[in-house]
């Protein structure tokens, strides 16, 4: 018999070595799984979700619904791009259900205009995924900021919009914009969506629509962006949606958020607020019924979900891309001067409402079939 150190292999040269930097992180969830593709300017963006049950019948009429309230050029207050965005079903559904193979899909890129980028190939915007990228991978997609765009967040919302036909149908999940730059939105526990989407900010307090709306068009003739936040309201979600300790519900939503686009904190229920509070005020006691009489949790404890409302907030920077002249660096280490071209969002909050849902619908959705294997 041969020794097991003779039957190893002779170390391979050098020379055969070879490192590979692929593009990883393109998948979201756990059970419920969803992959994309894409970049801005390229031919298309899409995904497959994995994981979904057979025989769910979806209606894809409700997800171009949810398409149509992200897409570009919805109004003045943002980027002119103008997409029909249409899904193209590639697999996965039989006469409207679900068969429980992979559901692809495929939106078009029609109103793509790379030569717009066309003085930013080798220059990096700053505040934008630029160096990052050519940095990581030595190579990157400058139209439009490639695959770092928000464009892939279409992807997004397909899926959630699917994800929504799991969830028990009593399940409401409810954003809005509640802050652009220091105009702030009265705290709504019933937003209504039929006031939310009557104004184009996505405010349902008219008053401070009118507000965020003139301040978000001065920015833009300044050529320059402004920040803002959103609330999100789910209400009617089961209890006992999350896992203990690495998968806690706040966790898996916070991770979803953190992968949106320009975002830069989520808090839940009182977040950073409650560093400042005591015991006595934030605890949230039960009436005789049983039931919590505030909401300081945000529908949370343990990292499970408590039956009350999911509440959280979620802020994002104002967007990088503007038209004002700013220093930066070229792929040399230059500096130059840059103008930004390219058609942009002054203030991303009014498109990312419908974003925030959809991830948060998907996480849930993920997460509420999770718990059908907890309990026999
Ligand atoms: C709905 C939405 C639209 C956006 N539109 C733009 C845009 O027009 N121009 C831009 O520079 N950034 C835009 N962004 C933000 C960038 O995609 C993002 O800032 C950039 O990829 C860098 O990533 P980071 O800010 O998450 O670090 C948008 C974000 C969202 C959520």
Known sequence: MTAASEQRLPPRPLKWVVIFVSMAGNTLGKHLRLTTFGESHGNSIGGIIDGLPAGVEIDTEAVAFELSRRKPGQSKLTTARRESDEVEWLSGLWEGKTTGSPLA?????????PKDYGNMQDVYRPGHADRTYQEKYGIRDPRGGGRSSARETANWVVAGAIAGHLLPSELKCIA?????????????????????????????????????????KATMEKGDSVGGAIRCVVTAAPAGLGEPVFGKLPARLGAAMFSLNAVKGVEFGSGFQAGSMFGSAHNDTYDAGGLPVSNHAGGSLGGLSTGAPIEFRVAFKPTSTIGQKQQTIDRSGQVVQLEAKGRHDPCVVPRAVPIVEALTLFTLADLYLISKTDRL
């Open 105 to 113: 899909f495929r939106i078009a890129n029609k109103d793509a205009r």
């Open 176 to 216: 809005y914009v509640d802050q652009v730059g220091t105009i702030y939105a009265p705290a709504l526990s019933t937003p209504d969506t039929t006031e939310i989407e009557a104004h184009p900010v996505r405010c349902p307090h008219a008053e401070t629509a009118q507000e965020m709306e003139a301040l978000i």
